[in-house]
Every structure is written in structure tokens, then in C-alpha cells.
């Protein structure tokens, strides 16, 4: 257990340039402050500096937008509510949170599902503030199988292009019959 602070780079770069000794940038450009890991250690913790630039800031947006549902004290979704936004999410395994939204879904109830991860969005790197590219899953195997059926689609695109050299005498199949140039 510790404390994390967290600081933009530019905060830090004008704190070391200013002279703060409380800062300090070791070899490995990891970031240190001393006041905080002394009063860290009173406690039997420990106290990082972290850069801003190094948290993934589509997972932070998803939690500031779910922090309210992280709470123990959220309201709780009524039970034939929560069965049908569930049942809903598992027959199909996927919708996009725009489409359960037209589904007249209570957009609370569907967060504090997801915060309590009775439905899986991948925090990491589908944004919720951005409902209509943002899939609900049944549970994390099946965002990994649609991952695997988007990419297997894309591929599938991928143009087979021949060069044909355009001389005469040269033979080619158009349409599935032989032909020469």
C-alpha cells in the first residue's frame, strides 16, 4: 500500500529547473518526491511519483465517468431490470451502448452493471462517453471472440491485386478465361 501522486511532466521539468529539491528525477527518468516517501515510510508504505503522461487516458475518462458507480453506496438496479439488460446483453453477447439506450435501458442502471462487472467494456480502450463505437459485452470472452470476427473481417478485405506486365504476347486470365495481349 502507498500513496500515488500523479503530475504533468511539464509541472515536474519546471519544479526541477526552479531548484525544488523536493522532486527529484533519478537515472531511469522515474520521478521521485522525498517529503512524500518519508512520510510514506512512518506509515510502513511506500510513494511514487507518477508521470501523467503515463496513465492510459481512455481507461481514466472511463473511471471518472463511472466513479459515482463505484461506490458502495449506489443505488441498486431493481432485479427484473438488471435481468433484462443482462439477459438482453447475453443473447446477443454484444450491443453497442447507443443501441441499449434505444432500448429505453436506464443509462445508470447499465454503468453500475458495468462497474460491478456483471456486463464487460473493455476500460482499457473503448471510451463510454462515446456510446455509438462502444460495445457492451457479456463477459470478456465474448469482446475477445468479436475482436477476433472484426479482425478476421478485415483481413478478408484486403485486395488481391496481380500486376499484369502489358506487352503483347503476354498472357493473362480476365474473368476466368485465358487471354494474350
Known amino acids: 500500500m502507498g500513496w500515488v501522486e500523479c503530475k504533468p511532466r511539464q509541472w515536474l521539468e519546471d519544479q526541477r529547473r526552479d531548484g525544488d529539491v523536493n522532486f527529484v528525477c533519478e537515472a531511469d527518468g522515474r520521478w521521485r518526491y522525498l517529503p512524500g516517501e518519508q512520510a510514506a515510510r512512518a506509515w510502513g508504505m511506500g510513494s511514487i511519483v507518477r508521470v501523467a503522461d503515463e496513465n492510459n487516458p481512455v481507461l481514466v475518462d472511463n473511471l471518472r465517468m463511472l466513479d459515482d458507480f463505484l461506490v458502495d453506496d449506489v443505488l441498486e438496479v431493481p432485479a427484473p431490470e438488471r ?44 471510451r463510454l462517453s462515446e456510446p455509438w463505437m462502444t460495445h457492451v459485452y457479456r463477459d470478456e470472452e465474448c469482446a475477445r471472440a468479436h475482436q477476433a470476427i472484426l479482425a478476421s473481417e478485415n483481413s478478408q478485405r484486403v485486395l488481391d491485386i496481380n500486376v499484369v506486365e502489358l506487352t503483347p504476347g503476354s498472357r493473362l486470365v480476365w474473368d476466368g478465361r485465358p487471354l494474350q495481349i
Open 83 to 126: 435481468s433484462r439488460i443482462v439477459d438482453t446483453v447475453s443473447s446477443a453477447r454484444w450491443l453497442l451502448i447507443r443501441d441499449l439506450c434505444a432500448m429505453q435501458v436506464n443509462v445508470d442502471h447499465l454503468y453500475t452493471l458495468i462497474a460491478r462487472g456483471d456486463l464487460y467494456v473493455p476500460l482499457e480502450t473503448s
